[in-house]
């Protein structure tokens, strides 16, 4: 069983990446009914949060079905960070989480998110302030370094170990990578086999299929993994990890009546969440990923990227059970 500070998270726990403008409790409402052990927040401006900013606070809104969860706040000024953990706090999550890992140039070039992979000392001691400033546990999710020429993420791993961190995720790609080429897991085996690290540490990046988190906990022995863009439309990618890890069969994909009934749920709870159409605003985004791959769906997506109403995007979904509604799916 892994366990983060005291709070046991199973035995190959699944998480689902912090994502900016995805990862709001509707998404993850359907992430933890698909298999998800252990989520996170969008990570939330710790600026924003000190200034009681309207839309960082909604971001500290937890439900209790998501146990054990994250709230992952990011910034560069360490009493900012250490304020912002404070206020965190006192949502009543699991964990606190730190974002030393966003890549986009607003966050990382003003020193926060991966941007803060230039001053290690820096890192450290925000990291130090924040672990005494809260009784949570605190966790870090990171990145290899800023470029190649800067990767020490193993002296980061020690380091943040040091002054009390209690997780370490690490995606494999370097901050100047962005989200491109291929994540390179062998550093992240590297911390994780390391006679001085012993907490636990997960691995993020381009984990997209049962067979390919199958191949990465066997060849790199972390003791987790962490989902992104693979579960956006496609929560199910949980619960078939770990089918296949149990059984070593693929379960079936997600019938076309699953994915609407998903849909349904999430742009429910979206609607109720964001009050009326910024929900409906927000849910645009998915229905590329939740009807991916199913010929003759384009006009109908379209139809709902444009509908302004909730009735109305009931209606264009209850046309789609109509006239796909005995499809059988591919393979995701």
Known sequence: MVKIADIEVGEFPLLLA??????????????????????????I?????????????QKLDIYDYERPIGIQIFGDKI?????????????????????????VKKVACKGAGAGILLD????????????????????????LGWDHDTIKI???????????????????????????????WSYIEE???????????????????????KEYKDTYGVDGIM????????????????????????????TFQQRLAAVRSHLKFSVEWKEGNKGIFEMRRHYTNYFRGIPGIKPYRARLVETPTYEETLAVLDELENVFGDMEMAEH
């Open 120 to 143: 290690i000392p820096k890192m450290e001691r925000m990291t130090a302030e924040i672990v005494k400033r809260v009784n949570k546990p605190v966790t870090v999710k990171t990145r």
């Open 154 to 184: 193993l002296e980061v791993a020690k380091r943040l170990q040091d002054v009390g961190i209690q997780a370490l995720t690490i995606h494999g790609r370097t901050r100047q990578q962005m989200y491109k080429g291929e994540a390179d």
């Open 191 to 213: 911390v994780k086999n390391h006679p001085d690290i012993h907490i636990p540490i997960f691995g993020n990046g381009d984990i997209d299929s049962p067979e390919k988190a």
């Open 227 to 254: 989902i992104g863009r693979a579960a956006i439309g496609y929560p199910w990618i949980f619960n078939e990890i770990k089918h296949y890890l149990a059984t070593g069969e693929k379960l079936a994909p997600p």
């Open 79 to 103: 009493e900012s960070m250490r304020e912002a953990a404070a206020i965190a706090e006192e949502a009543n999550p699991e964990l606190i989480d730190i974002n030393y890992g966003c890549p």
């Open 18 to 43: 912090p994502m900016e403008d995805v990862s709001d409790p509707p998404f993850r409402a359907v992430c933890k009914e698909n298999g998800a052990d252990l989520m996170y927040t969008e990570f």
């Open 45 to 57: 401006s710790s600026e924003g949060l000190i200034r009681d900013a309207a839309k960082s606070l």
